[in-house]
Nanobody, 123 residues
């Protein structure tokens, strides 16, 4: 089982970026994105549940980020608009088949993790 994240990079404040995560070896009902900035704990960003539906966002990204998935490609995307310097972090994708609404935002809910992709927002 492998989750491969890609698409990170350097972007100016106010800019946009789309990162991707391709899953192989297993399908997941729930796929999520977390991020970790230097010196800070890993935090939930967004999640998408295939069966049962629903997308979930952290308050800090709601209205700016959009999570989507292509089930045929086993890939989840995170479209990030109006980026702020505070969004700078390593972004990790994760997969779970046991997440429920109340646990969607908890890192311990997810069984598999990608290697992370760096997103830097700076002028």
């Amino acid at each position: 089982v492998q989750l491969q994240a890609s698409g990170g990079g350097l972007v100016q404040p106010g800019g946009s970026l789309r990162i991707s995560c391709a899953a192989s070896g297993r399908s997941f009902n729930t796929m999520g994105w977390f991020r970790q900035a230097p010196g800070k704990a890993r935090e939930f960003v967004a999640a998408n549940r295939r069966i049962g539906g629903g997308t979930y966002y952290a308050d800090s990204v709601k209205g700016r980020f959009t999570i989507s998935r292509d089930n045929a490609k086993s890939t989840v995307y995170l479209q990030m608009n109006n980026l702020e310097p505070e969004d700078t972090a390593v972004y990790y994708c994760a997969g779970s088949n046991g997440a429920i609404t109340s646990t969607m935002r908890l890192a311990r809910t997810y069984d598999y993790w990608g290697q992370g992709t760096q997103v830097t927002v700076s002028s």
